[in-house]
């Protein structure tokens, strides 16, 4: 009993761990494909049929290619700084419920890694540990525009994870539960929070975009001013660390949406579906779905950054700390006095 | 099992506190401080007291996070300006360093270290037991300390205003 829960957390650790790489090397070649496509153009196709090996030709050449350090950097800490991002952004998916419980070989199979009771948290303090990696590595490539970019990354992220934290508790008012797993089960079928909660998954859409450091918030690593930001220093596999980081946030941030307001592996007619296909073909539908969901939002990820024109800093603050915020307080009031309205009637 | 990983995160725990006032560099001070309080999440961990335990994590990331900014802005980071402070500085430090010893060494020993806490119910530090207990038990200071942060908060937007239009 205790080898096989350990085996199936290990084989789904793996499993999770594969996909997101996956998912996160081809997200460089859908950027670059959808970047074409808006700009009516082909984009990347040499490299096998319509540029499918092209993540691969790309990681081979981050591989081959000279590494460098500064002779004036901290030497540990310009190694720490890639390391931390890429680790910090495997870390979020342990709490994302994947699909419902799986029945294989007559044995309950939890499609999460685990279900600790402060899920939500949990993703908010991994969120906060990835800027460590960026202002880490910002600062210990002793370079004036990796610096700015360092500091850019610091404080943009202090800004935003406020508005972010108060969008949440809107909708924790209405589920009552801070873990993923009772979220997701909360919304079964068509019963999603976007729904209840639309000005807050706004806001948090938002906040989204400026923790992952996407346009139109990239301006740690804006490259008309700071050269490439926080990265200028860096070559070879350890930009590559950098780079990876911000796809595979992308997708956390994508798989997080989904799941908080999107429903997560929940779909109209599922209880039919699952039915249809036993336990252990149905939740697998459910899992599909999810992903779906993800590439949606990582294509929506994808469009605003090859539609809209980055912030200037000043407009940066001005919509975090004097739109975002009280937007997300009288959100909270209005939940609120709704809530207690409805319970009163 | 429990006892020796306890003495082994509290171990860790004084020995990057230590890092933290013997680097000499503020930025790798600011660093070893994030370590520090990170093997505090894993004192709460070990408690059983996850809510405390995560929002102790979120709370103090972004506060070194500031800090950080703090550490970059302010402070002149030239290699010759630290270290050079004058002989009465440095005693005045020894005498409130020692004053510091002697207080929490008299509080140790006023404990009744013979008497173990026990806790009450193994789950008190699950979110919802402690949101029962702050709302019912400790409202009053709950209210009172959340009020106190608001003021604390007007008041650093205030100083922070220079230029205020006077009427």
């Known amino acids: 009993m205790e080898l096989a829960f350990i085996i199936e957390k290990f084989g789904l650790i793996l499993v999770i761990?594969?996909?997101?790489?996956?998912?996160?090397?081809?997200?460089?070649?859908?950027?670059?494909?959808?970047?074409?496509?808006?700009?009516?153009r082909v984009g990347p196709n040499r490299a096998g049929p319509g540029g499918m090996f092209q993540p691969l030709a790309d990681g081979l050449k981050m591989f081959f290619k000279e590494e460098i350090i500064p002779t004036d950097s901290?030497?540990?800490?310009?190694?720490?700084?890639?390391?931390?991002?890429?680790?910090?952004?495997?870390?979020?998916?342990?709490?994302?419920?994947?699909?419902?419980?799986?029945?294989?070989?007559?044995?309950?199979?939890?499609?999460?890694?685990?279900?600790?009771?402060?899920?939500?948290?949990?993703?908010?303090?991994?969120?906060?540990?990835?800027?460590?990696?960026?202002m880490i590595g910002g600062w210990a490539s002793n370079n004036k525009f990796s610096l700015m970019g360092a500091v850019r990354a610091a404080s943009q992220s202090i800004s935003y994870e406020i508005p972010m934290g108060l969008s949440i508790i809107a909708l924790l008012m209405l589920t009552n539960t801070l873990s993923m797993k009772e979220i997701a089960e909360q919304q079964h079928g068509f019963n999603w929070n976007v729904f209840y909660q639309p000005v807050g998954f706004l806001i948090f859409l938002i906040c989204s975009f400026a923790e992952t450091n996407r346009t139109p918030f990239d301006l740690p690593e804006c490259e008309t001013e700071l050269v490439g930001g926080y990265h200028t220093e860096y070559s070879g596999f350890k930009m590559g660390a950098f780079m990876f980081a911000e796809y595979l946030n992308m997708f956390l941030a994508s798989a997080v949406m989904s799941t908080l307001y999107f429903g997560g592996y929940n779909y109209p007619g599922m209880d039919f579906v699952n039915e249809l296909l036993g336990p252990l073909f149905g939740p697998l539908i459910g899992m599909g779905v999810l992903i779906l969901k993800i590439f949606a939002f990582?294509?929506?990820?994808?469009?605003?950054?090859?539609?809209?024109?980055?912030?200037?800093?000043?407009?940066?603050?001005?919509?975090?700390?004097?739109?975002?915020?009280?937007?997300?307080?009288?959100?909270?009031?209005?939940?609120?006095?709704?809530?207690?309205?409805?319970?009163?009637? | 099992m429990s006892v020796s990983l306890f003495y082994f995160v509290a171990f860790l725990t004084i020995f990057f506190a230590l890092l933290v006032i013997f680097s000499k560099n503020p930025v790798h001070s600011v660093l070893y401080l994030i370590v520090t309080f990170f093997t505090f999440t894993l004192?709460?961990?070990?408690?059983?007291?996850?809510?405390?335990?995560?929002?102790?994590?979120?709370?103090?990331?972004?506060?070194?996070?500031?800090?950080?900014?703090?550490?970059?802005?302010?402070?002149?980071?030239?290699?010759?300006?630290?270290?050079?402070?004058?002989?009465?500085?440095?005693?005045?430090?020894?005498?409130?360093?020692?004053?510091?010893?002697?207080?929490?060494?008299?509080?140790?020993?006023?404990?009744?270290?013979?008497?173990?806490?026990?806790?009450?119910?193994?789950?008190?530090?699950?979110?919802?037991?402690?949101?029962?207990?702050?709302?019912?038990?400790?409202?009053?200071?709950?209210?009172?300390?959340?009020?106190?942060?608001?003021?604390a908060m007007v008041g650093a937007v205030l100083l922070a205003k220079k230029d205020i239009k006077q009427g």
């Open chain 2, 43 to 151: 004192h709460y961990i070990m408690l059983n007291a996850q809510f405390l335990a995560i929002v102790n994590f979120i709370v103090y990331m972004g506060a070194i996070m500031v800090l950080f900014l703090f550490v970059l802005m302010l402070l002149n980071l030239n290699e010759g300006s630290i270290g050079s402070k004058s002989n009465l500085l440095k005693m005045v430090g020894v005498i409130a360093g020692m004053c510091l010893v002697i207080t929490l060494v008299g509080s140790v020993k006023a404990l009744n270290a013979s008497d173990p806490l026990v806790l009450q119910t193994q789950d008190l530090g699950l979110v919802k037991n402690l949101g029962k207990v702050l709302f019912s038990k400790f409202l009053l200071p709950f209210e009172i300390s959340s009020i106190l942060l608001l003021s």
């Open chain 1, 17 to 40: 761990f594969l996909v997101s790489l996956t998912i996160a090397a081809y997200s460089t070649l859908a950027e670059r494909k959808i970047a074409g496509f808006l700009q009516d």
């Open chain 1, 298 to 345: 990582i294509f929506l990820f994808m469009w605003v950054r090859w539609t809209v024109p980055r912030f200037r800093y000043d407009q940066l603050m001005n919509l975090g700390w004097k739109i975002l915020i009280p937007l997300a307080i009288a959100n909270i009031v209005i939940t609120g006095i709704v809530i207690t309205l409805i319970d009163k009637l």
């Open chain 1, 74 to 134: 901290s030497k540990a800490l310009f190694i720490l700084g890639p390391s931390l991002a890429l680790f910090t952004s495997f870390l979020g998916s342990a709490v994302i419920p994947w699909g419902q419980d799986v029945e294989i070989f007559g044995r309950q199979v939890s499609l999460q890694i685990t279900d600790i009771n402060v899920g939500i948290l949990y993703i908010f303090g991994v969120v906060s540990l990835g800027v460590y990696g960026i």
